[in-house]
């Protein structure tokens, strides 16, 4: 595939479809969405159709009338040669008992849903059923997404050892990792990676079925893949090789789907698979719940193991981090001899970085100014999340309000212990290695009892066998949108009931269980229900980037099973409009009309590079303007730190001792130091926290990225390894749009030279356009509180630069920062200096231009806050838009 030489002018052939193809895509997608609409409006007739929805099971020929195009059914069987042990063992499973409803089901309608009880079988039989039946060939495959990376490789392998096939055929494909082969019959993948695919290839002519599963968990890119099958599904019935679309889900929560008179014109027909559950008592803390539920949860643990009838123990924790603090604390008090040292993964981890990244270089070219190809968009910015996305279940389990106390025999919470059975502790989250991931569903050594500590990826992806305990710390970790600065964190929240419950159901999988919850039941009664499905709750700017990036203009009349906030689109299409990523409407007729065109701009060729960079789209516009002197190696490590964030450890913290509060104060004071350091001299100064943040990854780098170096010089190690991986990952999205670039990172930067800074505070200001500060003016010196403080375009409240940031002493006359926080006052964060005449230039879309001017007096006149600049031989007055700045 050619990446180096297409221009605009030069339209290539693409490999799977030709631009007349993608405009007809684009044409059916709209008018099926339309349709929708026009549906919608008509009440009375979906009614009907859902209906017939209610009766579950066997309900597979509910809707056979709903579907009079020819089924394909196949009508081979292809043998499997399994164990006796596995075919035992699924003989069991519940999904069994509906195979025939399932494949009827399947053969007759286009669509399918299957709900079911975590544990039942879905997963990993369906693939199955389908492959028997015939549903794979040398023209097509079997594909299942996953929102977890986690699962996607589990049940691969899980499957293939059940069908006794090889890796090659049963294969599984993630982010930068994968098997696949030409033999693939049946591939597990995250949900990105599907929607990567479909921007190569919008009607996925090598998939026979496309199975999507844990459609409950609502992820932003399985809801994104179901509204775009459910267009595909047509089409490809259209011509002649129609695509099975199953969806799985693990509740009975699927009436976005089925009920959506917009997703499909034929209600599909539910499944419903009875899963055995035993009963499992429910024991709810009567305390208050605790800030250490870590602490809480060794605690309980310690507990059951002493005192509890054997039984594996499944703990849920809300982050990799405190999975293995426990994990060490666990082991270190019922130590185990041998395999029970499945931890230190951060080590291992780090090794492995550096042998990835060592194997990463290349011989540096040199590099021209950015090449835009229309072409360019085979990779896509997919953020898979690492985080561990939580589940929404409404699983029944039976509860009651009573706390049975493992009682107070053992009120030491000292980390010894004396009882002779081990316990054989194992960690499970997202990002742990597959062959670690494994061992979960391996049986414990003999003699030991296994304890498994796991983030909410046990909630309903994966079925650990054994478990009759559960602890739950009843928090999780969930990405928050900040609404005043539109960037994303990480908070520990509680969870929901449904997830609760769900996660309680684990204890009952093969015998009657217990669930520990380290929270009260009027804690219990305030979680809310669900979780709201994430594309509710997200900025979807980098989403409304990958749909534009796949032709569909008009965003607003997308099939999504549940929308984002019509605002929430607005706001999104109005920053990539002034990013440069979708071109401009031409602004005519009335305001409504005027709004409308707002909403269905095309992509630019400019949008089509950034879709290709899996960071947010205001620092991927930092990448795809950084082919320029050299710039590209120090952009991708900004924009690096700036999306993995908290580099610096936190000092400002309680202490409990004297002693302490000297030896905090001391690293304080070394890390201000270093920070100093690495701020550098002369104009580099200029770049501010950015330039810290570079400076602190190419010392850190230099000094072989170790935990000692980090410790020393007050840097987050696991940061660091975390920004090494990103520019690792960047640098692939970046070779992969220029081939030519023949980029590599050496993690021993050099400094940037002065020039260097200022073209990369240019670049830092054309992708933070709206993140643009101004020092507080004349008249609003007037009020006391305006005193040193910034003006910014999106709050009218002075906001003030962070003292922990390099500048805050500077007060330069024009900032762009990272963000705001809000703490005694509006801080900003990540603060770079630019200069006011580089605005209209970079930032033409935030600017008012006036008449050109005759005599142009010299650039910026900070008593009438004018900025003059230099465009194309003309001279303009300009007034800034954006802090309210005098207006010619
Ligand atoms: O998808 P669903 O939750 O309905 O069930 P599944 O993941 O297909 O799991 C079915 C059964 O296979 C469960 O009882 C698991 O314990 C078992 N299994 C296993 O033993 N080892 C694996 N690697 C995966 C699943
Ligand atoms: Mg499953």
Not at 473 to 496: E, M, Q
């Amino acid at each position: 595939r050619r990446h180096s030489s297409g221009s605009e002018s030069e339209p290539e052939e693409e490999s799977h479809s030709s631009e007349e193809e993608k405009e007809e895509q684009k044409e059916e997608i709209e008018k099926a969405s339309d349709s929708g609409l026009n549906a919608a409006e008509k009440p009375e007739e979906s009614i009907k159709k859902t209906a017939t929805n209610q009766q579950a099971v066997p309900s597979a020929t509910v809707c056979q009338t709903a579907s009079n195009k020819p089924s394909c059914k196949p009508a081979v069987f292809i043998p499997v040669d399994r164990a006796p042990e596995i075919q035992e063992a699924r003989l069991k499973l519940p999904i069994l008992a509906e195979e025939q409803s399932i494949m009827e089901a399947i053969n007759e309608n286009p669509v399918v849903v299957i709900c079911g009880e975590t544990g039942s079988g879905k997963t990993t039989q369906v693939p199955q059923f389908l492959y028997e039946a015939g549903y794979t060939s040398s023209t097509g495959a079997i594909g299942i997404t996953e929102p977890r990376r986690v699962a996607a490789v589990s049940m691969s392998q899980r499957v293939a050892k059940e069908m006794n096939l090889s890796r090659r055929v049963v294969s599984y494909q993630i982010r930068y990792e994968g098997n696949v082969t030409d033999e693939t019959q049946i591939k597990f993948m995250t949900d990105g990676v599907l929607l990567k695919e479909i921007q190569k290839d919008f009607l996925l002519s090598k998939y026979k079925v496309v199975i999507i599963d844990e459609a409950h968990e609502r992820s932003m890119y399985t809801d994104i893949l179901i509204g775009l099958l459910s267009r595909i599904v047509p089409l490809r019935e259209k011509k002649g090789l129609p695509l099975k679309l199953i969806i799985m889900s693990a509740t009975l929560r699927v009436e976005d789907f089925t009920e959506n008179k917009r997703l499909f014109s034929a209600v599909p027909p539910v499944i419903q698979v009875d899963a055995r559950q035993f009963p499992v008592t429910i024991h709810f803390n009567k305390k208050t719940p605790l800030d250490d539920y870590s602490g809480e949860c060794f605690r309980k643990v310690c507990k059951i193991h002493r005192m509890l009838p054997s039984g594996g123990i499944l703990v849920f924790l809300t982050g990799q981090a405190e999975v293995h603090s426990l994990c060490r604390r666990l082991r270190k008090a019922f130590p185990f001899q041998k395999n029970n040292t499945a931890g230190d993964d951060d080590k291992e981890e780090s090794v492995e970085e550096i042998r990835k990244f060592k194997k990463s270089r290349k011989r540096k070219k040199a590099m021209t100014l950015p090449k835009i190809d229309l072409d360019n968009y085979s990779v896509i910015p997919v953020d898979e999340g690492d985080e561990d996305r939580d589940a929404e279940t409404d699983d029944d389990v039976a509860g009651s309000d009573l706390d049975l106390d493992l009682g107070d025999a053992d009120s030491e919470e000292d980390e010894k212990s004396d009882s002779s059975l081990p316990l054989y502790v194992l960690p499970l989250y997202s990002l742990l290695a597959p062959e670690k991931q494994a061992k979960v569903f391996r049986p414990p050594p003999p003699g030991t009892r296994l304890c498994v500590v796991a983030t909410n990826v046990a909630e309903t992806s994966l079925t650990i066998p054994g478990i009759k305990y559960v602890v739950d710390c009843g928090k999780v970790k969930k990405r928050f949108y900040d609404k005043i600065t539109g960037v994303s964190s990480f908070r520990v929240t509680w969870t929901s009931q449904a997830s609760a419950n769900q996660r309680a159901g684990r204890a009952g999988r093969t015998e009657p269980g217990h669930c520990y919850r380290l929270y009260s039941s009027a804690v219990f009664m305030d979680f809310e229900q669900f979780s709201a499905p994430e594309i509710t709750k997200r900025p979807v700017e980098d989403l409304i980037l990958q749909m534009k990036a796949l032709n569909i203009e008009k965003v607003i009349n997308f099939p999504f099973p549940t929308p984002p906030p019509a605002e929430a689109l607005a706001a999104a299409e109005e920053l990539l409009i002034a990013l440069g990523a979708l071109k401009e409407p031409l602004m005519t007729g009335r305001l409504k009309e005027q709004q409308t065109a707002k909403l269905s701009c095309p992509i630019s060729p400019l949008g089509r590079v950034m879709a290709t960079f899996p960071v947010a789209p205001r620092y991927a516009k930092m990448l795809a303007l950084s082919r320029q002197h050299d710039c590209l190696p120090y952009t991708i490590t900004i924009v690096s730190a700036m999306t993995v964030r908290e580099l610096f450890e936190e000092y400002d913290r309680p202490a409990v001792s004297e002693e302490e509060t000297a030896k905090l104060k001391g690293k304080k004071a070394r890390l201000l130091q270093m920070q100093r350091i690495w701020a550098g001299q002369g104009l580099l100064q200029k770049l501010g926290d950015l330039m810290v943040m570079l400076g602190a990854v190419g010392a850190c780098e230099y000094a072989g990225c170790t935990p000692k170096f980090c410790e020393e010089n007050g840097l987050r190690y696991k940061a660091m390894l975390e920004i090494r991986r990103l520019r690792g990952q960047l640098t692939t999205a970046v070779n992969s749009v220029c081939s030519d670039a023949g980029l590599y990172i050496d993690p021993k930067m050099k400094p940037p030279t002065e020039a260097q800074a200022t073209y990369l505070r240019q670049i830092v200001l054309a992708g933070l356009g709206d993140h643009v500060a101004r020092r507080a003016q004349a008249e609003e010196l007037l009020d006391d509180k305006w005193k040193n403080a910034y003006k910014t375009a999106l709050l009218d409240e002075p906001v003030f630069i962070h003292p922990s940031s390099i500048l805050f002493k500077q007060l330069p006359e024009f900032v762009v920062y990272q963000e705001i926080v809000e703490t005694t006052k509006l801080y900003m964060k990540g603060v770079s200096a630019v200069e006011p005449e580089w605005i209209p230039v970079l930032l033409p879309p935030y600017c008012h231009f006036g008449k050109p001017l005759e005599n142009p007096p010299p650039s910026y006149c900070p008593e009438t806050g004018r900025i003059r600049c230099h465009r194309p031989s003309v001279f303009y007055r300009v007034s800034w838009q954006l802090p309210a700045v005098e207006v010619d």
